[in-house]
């Protein structure tokens, strides 16, 4: 199946502020999700059922970069610190919906 890929613009903004280092290593991820995007964790969501996670370091930090399937659509949701957990994860999903 093609998917299309989509990022929020909470998504945009965080990505935009990053080094090109770290840039490049989420151009990979992304390009692999694109691929098989049923290959990363899946994570409990109230809002959506296919909600999905990758592992980063960002700046030395524990990170995750999350991403929701809707197909044929893949939504870059946004990059969570690890150490806040995921606190904020349910607001930005929201966001999503309107």
């Known amino acids: 199946m093609n998917?299309?890929?989509k990022a929020t613009e909470i998504f945009k903004e965080q990505v935009k502020d990053l080094d090109k280092k770290t840039r490049d290593i989420?151009?990979?991820k992304i390009r692999l999700i694109k691929e098989n995007p049923y290959r990363y964790k899946?994570?409990?969501s109230h809002?959506?059922?296919?909600?999905?996670r990758i592992r980063l370091n960002i700046r030395k930090k524990g990170a995750r970069l999350i991403y929701v399937i809707i197909e044929p659509n893949i939504i870059l949701v946004c990059l969570l610190e690890r150490k806040k957990g995921?606190?904020?994860?349910?607001?930005?999903?929201q966001k999503i919906q309107k």
């Open 26 to 28: 989420i151009k990979d």
């Open 42 to 44: 899946k994570i409990h």
């Open 3 to 5: 998917y299309i890929l």
């Open 47 to 52: 809002i959506f059922s296919k909600v999905f």
């Open 86 to 93: 995921y606190k904020d994860l349910t607001k930005y999903l």
